[in-house]
């Protein structure tokens, strides 16, 4: 277990309608990054989070955002969600620091569903 | 561009046999290189790092190499097992722990079959 925990493990939601998928992430981290894993194809970074603000943004759309809380949780939101959107919405968790080394915790995922 | 690239797509072996999945990679400047393991529908473990001035690194059953001059890194798989069918992502990193400063390849898909 990496301790980096994400909810809900599945979704399934129509076209054009919102969701909000959760990270926790592991105790001593500072910073969470979310990414898209469609079928068949490695990560594709969405956004970092460290200390709370954005801190670096891969090649998607504004209709994709995100929280950072005080305890270094996470939240991505995704509006006007399209058929594309389907994949796998990992979570990972590491600390920035002096190291470039350190590793990267993942969490098992949300698997969306657009229909 | 930045890009990684990783062969064989996807790979079959008996249990017991030895494989190596290859990573190829373009990224620059390169801090260092990881592989992991995906089991489906789950998220990525990680399994090796190595900086540049690293040319192997082992764990367990699974041995990576990494060859900085021509930029190709590989993992040897000994005396697979069935629980070792999953996906294995080649992973090179850019800088500190930054989401954009990691370049994922699209993974090797190894089956072992019994």
């Known amino acids: 277990e990496t301790g980096v925990t994400q909810s809900p493990t599945h979704l399934i939601k129509t076209r054009g309608q919102q969701v909000t998928l959760r990270c926790s992430s592991q105790?001593?981290?500072?910073?969470v990054s979310w990414y898209q894993q469609a079928l068949g194809q490695g990560p594709q970074f969405i956004f970092q989070?460290?200390?709370?603000?954005?801190?670096g943004r891969g090649n998607f759309p504004p209709r994709f955002s995100g929280l950072q809380f005080p305890n270094y949780s996470s939240e991505l939101n995704v509006n006007a969600l399209e058929l594309d959107d389907s994949a796998l919405y990992l979570c990972?968790?590491?600390?920035?620091?002096?190291?470039?080394?350190?590793?990267?915790?993942f969490g098992s995922g949300t698997q969306l569903s657009v229909l | 561009k930045n890009q990684v690239e990783q062969s064989p797509q996807s790979l079959i072996i008996l249990e017991g046999k030895n494989c190596t999945l290859q990573?190829?990679?373009?990224?620059?400047?390169?801090?260092?290189l990881r592989w992991y393991k995906q089991d489906t529908g789950r998220g990525p473990v990680s399994l090796t790092i190595?900086?540049?001035?690293?040319n192997t690194k082992s764990n367990g059953r699974y041995t990576a190499t990494l060859d900085a001059d021509t930029k190709q890194s590989s993992l040897h798989i000994t005396a697979s097992q069935l629980s070792d069918s999953a996906s294995y992502i080649c992973?090179?990193?850019?800088?500190?722990?930054?989401?954009?400063?990691?370049?994922f390849g699209p993974g090797t898909r190894l089956s072992v079959l019994p």
């Open positions: 990972a968790s590491s600390f920035v620091g002096g190291a470039t080394n350190e590793k990267l915790f």
């Open positions: 105790s001593g981290h500072n910073t």
């Open positions: 989070y460290y200390r709370e603000e954005e801190n």
């Open positions: 990573c190829n990679y373009t990224v620059s400047p390169f801090s260092n």
């Open positions: 190595m900086t540049f001035s690293e």
């Open positions: 992973v090179v990193s850019g800088g500190y722990n930054y989401g954009q400063n990691f370049v």
